[in-house]
Protein backbone atom coordinates (compact mmCIF):
# COMPACT_ATOMS: atom_id res chain seq x y z
CA UNK A 1 0.00 0.00 0.00
CA UNK A 2 1.29 3.97 -1.08
CA UNK A 3 1.98 6.05 2.03
CA UNK A 4 -0.79 8.51 1.32
CA UNK A 5 -3.11 5.71 1.71
CA UNK A 6 -2.04 4.43 5.47
CA UNK A 7 -2.12 8.01 6.35
CA UNK A 8 -5.37 8.89 5.00
CA UNK A 9 -6.79 5.29 6.50
CA UNK A 10 -5.21 6.20 9.81
CA UNK A 11 -7.27 9.56 10.25
CA UNK A 12 -10.05 8.33 8.64
CA UNK A 13 -10.33 6.01 11.80
CA UNK A 14 -9.50 8.72 14.27
CA UNK A 15 -12.26 10.97 12.61
CA UNK A 16 -14.59 8.34 13.63
CA UNK A 17 -13.50 7.64 16.48
CA UNK A 18 -13.68 10.97 17.57
CA UNK A 19 -17.27 10.57 16.29
CA UNK A 20 -18.51 8.42 17.94
CA UNK A 21 -16.90 9.92 21.56
CA UNK A 22 -18.77 13.13 21.13
CA UNK A 23 -21.77 10.75 20.19
CA UNK A 24 -21.17 9.26 23.23
CA UNK A 25 -20.80 12.54 25.36
CA UNK A 26 -24.23 14.01 24.06
CA UNK A 27 -25.91 10.92 24.54
CA UNK A 28 -26.25 11.85 28.52
CA UNK A 29 -29.57 13.94 28.34
CA UNK A 30 -29.96 16.98 30.89
CA UNK A 31 -33.24 16.60 33.42
CA UNK A 32 -34.79 19.47 35.13
CA UNK A 33 -36.64 20.36 37.93
CA UNK A 34 -37.79 21.93 40.85
CA UNK A 35 -37.78 20.31 44.34
CA UNK A 36 -40.39 22.38 46.85
CA UNK A 37 -41.30 22.31 50.67
CA UNK A 38 -44.94 20.14 50.59
CA UNK A 39 -46.11 22.36 53.73
CA UNK A 40 -46.05 25.38 52.45
CA UNK A 41 -44.87 25.08 48.61
CA UNK A 42 -41.68 26.97 49.34
CA UNK A 43 -38.20 26.14 47.03
CA UNK A 44 -36.12 23.94 48.81
CA UNK A 45 -32.37 25.27 48.44
CA UNK A 46 -29.79 23.02 48.62
CA UNK A 47 -31.06 19.62 48.52
CA UNK A 48 -29.18 16.95 46.61
CA UNK A 49 -30.11 15.29 43.93
CA UNK A 50 -28.42 11.79 43.08
CA UNK A 51 -28.76 9.38 40.03
CA UNK A 52 -29.48 6.15 42.54
CA UNK A 53 -26.32 4.01 42.32
CA UNK A 54 -23.68 6.24 40.61
CA UNK A 55 -22.30 9.10 41.73
CA UNK A 56 -23.39 11.58 39.79
CA UNK A 57 -24.75 14.47 42.03
CA UNK A 58 -26.43 17.84 41.58
CA UNK A 59 -27.45 20.21 44.31
CA UNK A 60 -30.79 22.29 43.77
CA UNK A 61 -30.91 26.15 43.80
CA UNK A 62 -31.63 28.94 45.65
CA UNK A 63 -35.35 29.02 43.46
CA UNK A 64 -35.05 24.86 44.34
CA UNK A 65 -34.28 24.05 40.57
CA UNK A 66 -31.32 21.87 39.76
CA UNK A 67 -30.35 20.20 36.30
CA UNK A 68 -28.54 16.84 36.33
CA UNK A 69 -27.15 14.27 33.36
CA UNK A 70 -28.12 10.78 32.99
CA UNK A 71 -25.70 8.67 32.26
CA UNK A 72 -28.23 6.50 30.31
CA UNK A 73 -31.85 6.53 29.12
CA UNK A 74 -33.87 6.30 32.14
CA UNK A 75 -32.64 6.21 35.81
CA UNK A 76 -34.30 6.81 39.59
CA UNK A 77 -32.93 10.37 40.76
CA UNK A 78 -32.58 10.53 44.96
CA UNK A 79 -33.40 13.58 46.56
CA UNK A 80 -32.77 14.30 50.01
CA UNK A 81 -32.62 17.69 51.88
CA UNK A 82 -31.77 18.26 55.72
CA UNK A 83 -34.74 17.95 58.01
CA UNK A 84 -36.78 16.46 55.20
CA UNK A 85 -37.06 12.81 54.05
CA UNK A 86 -35.57 11.07 51.16
CA UNK A 87 -37.66 11.26 48.20
CA UNK A 88 -36.84 8.68 44.93
CA UNK A 89 -38.45 9.72 41.42
CA UNK A 90 -38.01 7.15 38.30
CA UNK A 91 -37.01 9.34 35.26
CA UNK A 92 -36.27 9.37 31.62
CA UNK A 93 -33.24 11.50 29.52
CA UNK A 94 -34.79 14.34 27.95
CA UNK A 95 -37.86 15.14 29.69
CA UNK A 96 -38.83 17.46 32.43
CA UNK A 97 -39.33 15.97 36.40
CA UNK A 98 -41.98 19.35 37.63
CA UNK A 99 -42.20 20.07 40.62
CA UNK A 100 -40.83 17.81 43.60
CA UNK A 101 -42.35 17.92 46.88
CA UNK A 102 -40.63 16.70 50.07
CA UNK A 103 -42.48 16.15 53.27
CA UNK A 104 -40.66 17.59 56.77
CA UNK A 105 -39.29 14.75 59.06
CA UNK A 106 -40.49 15.51 62.26
CA UNK A 107 -38.29 13.27 64.51
CA UNK A 108 -34.98 14.82 63.47
CA UNK A 109 -35.97 18.71 64.13
CA UNK A 110 -37.14 18.27 68.25
CA UNK A 111 -33.85 16.69 68.67
CA UNK A 112 -32.10 18.28 71.76
CA UNK A 113 -28.67 19.30 71.75
CA UNK A 114 -25.87 20.37 73.99
CA UNK A 115 -23.71 23.52 73.18
CA UNK A 116 -21.32 24.46 75.62
CA UNK A 117 -23.04 25.37 78.87
CA UNK A 118 -26.85 25.76 77.21
CA UNK A 119 -29.09 23.36 75.24
CA UNK A 120 -30.94 23.98 72.10
CA UNK A 121 -33.43 22.12 69.83
CA UNK A 122 -31.65 21.37 66.81
CA UNK A 123 -34.04 22.95 64.24
CA UNK A 124 -32.90 26.07 65.95
CA UNK A 125 -29.28 25.66 64.98
CA UNK A 126 -27.79 26.94 62.12
CA UNK A 127 -24.10 25.54 62.66
CA UNK A 128 -22.92 22.31 62.30
CA UNK A 129 -24.14 19.69 64.56
CA UNK A 130 -22.56 16.09 66.08
CA UNK A 131 -24.43 13.88 68.29
CA UNK A 132 -22.23 12.24 70.58
CA UNK A 133 -23.67 8.72 73.04
CA UNK A 134 -22.66 9.56 76.41
CA UNK A 135 -21.89 5.95 76.98
CA UNK A 136 -18.64 5.55 74.16
CA UNK A 137 -17.37 8.90 75.71
CA UNK A 138 -17.29 6.99 79.38
CA UNK A 139 -15.47 4.43 77.75
CA UNK A 140 -12.15 6.77 76.15
CA UNK A 141 -9.74 6.86 78.81
CA UNK A 142 -8.66 10.00 79.99
CA UNK A 143 -4.65 11.04 80.71
CA UNK A 144 -5.43 11.13 84.52
CA UNK A 145 -6.62 7.47 84.46
CA UNK A 146 -4.09 6.14 81.89
CA UNK A 147 -0.73 5.11 83.66
CA UNK A 148 2.26 6.34 81.51
CA UNK A 149 0.55 9.73 81.48
CA UNK A 150 0.48 9.59 85.12
CA UNK A 151 4.34 10.19 85.21
CA UNK A 152 3.90 12.98 82.78
CA UNK A 153 1.16 14.49 85.37
CA UNK A 154 3.63 14.21 88.36
CA UNK A 155 6.86 15.97 87.11
Do not use: H, W
Amino acid sequence: MPKKTKGLLKVACMVVALVLLTSITYAQKAVTGKVLNKTDNQPVPGATIQVRGTKVLAQSGADGTFSINLPGASATLVITAVGFQAFEVPVTAGSPVGDISLTTAPNTLNDVVVTGYTSQRKKDITGSVSVVNVADMKSVPSEARNPCCRARLRA
